[in-house]
């Protein structure tokens, strides 16, 4: 087990929004300095005028750096690496606030791959802004994706009380149903199931299903894509020891309280899963990359450019997304103990399935 301080890397998305508020309120506890060393990616000239429009807010103890090796470890570390006249305008897309964004993404994206920070926290970011910049991706989940070369990440919303992944995340309605195959749902489940164990220590996770169509489907007449696709797609993960259940009918599922009683839920579009989840746990909500080799989370909010600047933002969803990073990593250290052990345990086993014409076990 690693027993350093862990390095939390936070980039500070579009520094027009309530990124910087929301950063700085869930640091301002200094107790927190003595549980993990913040790393903000971004600009301190930023985060000095951002910290001024806080009241009621103590010093804060802030090391500006010129890289994450040099983090002090009871500081607010922040790594400069935007302009030096870079300049706030609260409320306002702009270009240059969203160059900032993909800068300080990309720096703590190189620092994680270097091994210079643990975990990796992303403030929120305008997407239209971005795309205009030549971003080139729909979000922060598929930017990552690529940036691992992994070949399928769930965008996993997290809370005490639902965890809830996504089939199609960042799309138009419209293309909603063409998207929806067999495989997709098999490969989410996949990377949901292996998640739950690994990231959250559950054993045997039970992952619930969502249907597409009202009633799911109403046996065909409201739609056919859950006799023809979902139910066999269930099928299958229970074949490949997936615990796996549905399809639900969202509204019942939400409405009568049975996501409580699994440990997971897949729903097949964006809004049909965050908007219950965002209505049940706005305020500790935590959107998570699942399938990454990095942990990454975030708040479940957005920019938020209507509070800009007020000193009205709620920075309980970015310490959530803070916590439940360091969590994750935790858990994973555990979790790759546990393989470990049952490696040396079971020598023999892994020898057999080596043997010629058995499948390699990785």
């Excluded at 998640?195 to 056919?224: C, E, M, W, Y």
């Excluded at 990454?296 to 709620?314: I, K, L, N, V, Y």
């Amino acid at each position: 087990m690693q027993n350093r301080q862990l390095k939390v890397g936070i980039t500070q998305g579009d520094g027009n929004g309530i990124g910087y508020e929301v950063i700085i309120k869930a640091l301002s506890d200094p107790r927190i300095l003595d549980l993990f060393t913040p790393v903000v990616y971004g600009s301190s000239k930023l985060f000095g005028f951002y910290r001024k429009t806080i009241h009621e807010l103590d010093n804060l103890n802030c090391n500006v750096i010129s890289s994450a090796h040099a983090a002090h470890p009871k500081r607010i570390n922040i790594v400069n690496c935007l302009p030096d006249n870079v300049f706030a305008e609260p409320g306002q897309a702009s270009g240059e606030a969203a160059r900032g964004a993909i800068t300080s993404l990309a720096r703590a994206v190189e620092d994680i791959k270097a091994g210079e920070i643990d975990v990796l926290v992303t403030g929120p970011i305008n997407k239209k802004s971005m795309s205009g910049e030549g971003f080139g991706f729909p979000g922060h989940t598929e930017y990552l994706q690529n940036a691992f070369s992994v070949k399928d990440v769930t965008m996993f919303m997290v809370s005490e009380q639902l965890k809830l992944g996504v089939v199609t995340g960042h799309i138009p309605l419209k293309d909603v149903a063409a998207s929806i195959t067999k495989e997709k749902i098999l490969s989410k489940l996949r990377v949901m199931n292996e998640s739950l164990q690994r990231d959250f220590g559950t054993t045997k996770p039970k992952i619930a299903v969502l249907s597409l169509n009202p009633h799911s489907g109403d046996g065909g007449l409201l739609g056919t894509e859950e006799q023809g696709i979902i139910i066999p797609a269930v099928r299958q993960a229970c074949e490949e020891g997936i615990l796996a259940f549905g399809p639900f009918s969202p509204d019942g599922f939400f409405g009568l309280g049975r996501y409580s009683k699994f440990d997971a839920t897949l729903a097949m579009y964006h809004d049909q899963g965050l908007a219950p989840f965002k209505a049940i746990s706005f305020e500790d909500g935590v959107n998570y990359t699942a399938g990454l080799p990095i942990v990454r989370t975030s708040p479940d909010h957005g920019t938020a450019f209507e509070m800009a600047g007020r000193d009205e933002a709620d920075p309980r969803s970015m310490r959530a997304a803070i916590f439940r990073a360091i969590d994750i990593y935790q858990n994973r250290l555990e979790w790759q103990d546990l393989q470990d052990g049952k490696m040396i345990e079971q020598p023999r086993q892994k020898d057999r399935n080596e043997r010629p014409g058995r499948p390699q076990i990785a």
